[in-house]
T-cell receptor
């Protein structure tokens, strides 16, 4: 998973503040996925983006959460007015323009651990 | 929702082969089978993927049944560092999304 950079690695926010999590995909990758992992639980899909487009946001909470992947710069997962239940590890993954049949692997970053106090 | 089912946990003796099964009975013709693992709280690590032929790389082998409804990930000589949660997922080319199930927690014991 070398190459997918997430920052910050650790983020502490007080309740009501905003959290901005950044994901820089591997060079040449134009697809980004975001996942949330609560302690002792599995990875939960949140959103899938291509450059400048949200392809699937069916896993995103309806309120306070948003994601973007601009033409230039990293993908951003934004959480407004954070609550204690938002405390989790947030992972992003990137993959290249897909070939026929999805024959390409996605690589993950090391995640951002968000703690809401 | 995940399209795969895996056992919750498995144990394996160090140095022995670890065989991790995965059922994907509703897999469609253009969907690939992917395996990832997550060691402790690190980012998931890609292991291997395949469509219908068996695949092997430096980490593992992937055996896919002829009807493609199930597969087995084989770690030929498990080490303590292979202790992790192993995820089997299926991916299609259209939307290219990846949805993880609960995975199998493999514990390699000395």
């Amino acid at each position: 998973n070398a190459g997918v950079m997430q920052n910050p690695r650790h983020l502490v926010r007080r309740r009501g503040q905003e959290a901005r999590l950044r994901c820089s995909p591997m060079k040449g990758h134009s697809h980004v996925y975001w996942y949330r992992q609560l302690p002792e639980e599995g990875l939960k899909f949140m959103v899938y983006l291509q450059k400048e487009n949200i392809i699937d946001e069916s896993g995103m909470p309806k309120e306070r959460f948003s994601a973007e992947f601009p033409k230039e710069g990293p993908s951003i997962l934004r959480i407004q007015q954070v609550v204690r239940g938002d405390s989790a590890a947030y992972f992003c993954a990137s993959s290249p323009i897909f070939g026929f049949g999805g024959d390409n692997e996605a690589f993950f970053g090391q995640g951002t651990r968000l703690t809401v106090v | 929702d995940a399209k795969t089912t895996q056992p919750t946990s498995m144990d394996c003796a160090e140095g022995r082969a670890a065989n991790l099964p995965c059922n994907h009975s509703t897999i469609s013709g253009n969907e690939y089978v992917y395996w990832y693992r997550q060691i402790h709280s690190q980012g998931p690590q890609y292991i291997i993927h395949g469509l219908k032929n068996n695949e092997t790389n430096e980490m593992a082998s992937l055996i896919i049944t002829e009807d493609r409804k199930s597969s087995t990930l084989i770690l030929p000589h498990a080490t303590l560092r292979d202790t992790a949660v192993y995820y089997c997922i299926v991916r299609a080319g259209l939307n290219n999304d990846m949805r993880f199930g609960a995975g199998t927690r493999l514990t390699v014991k000395p």
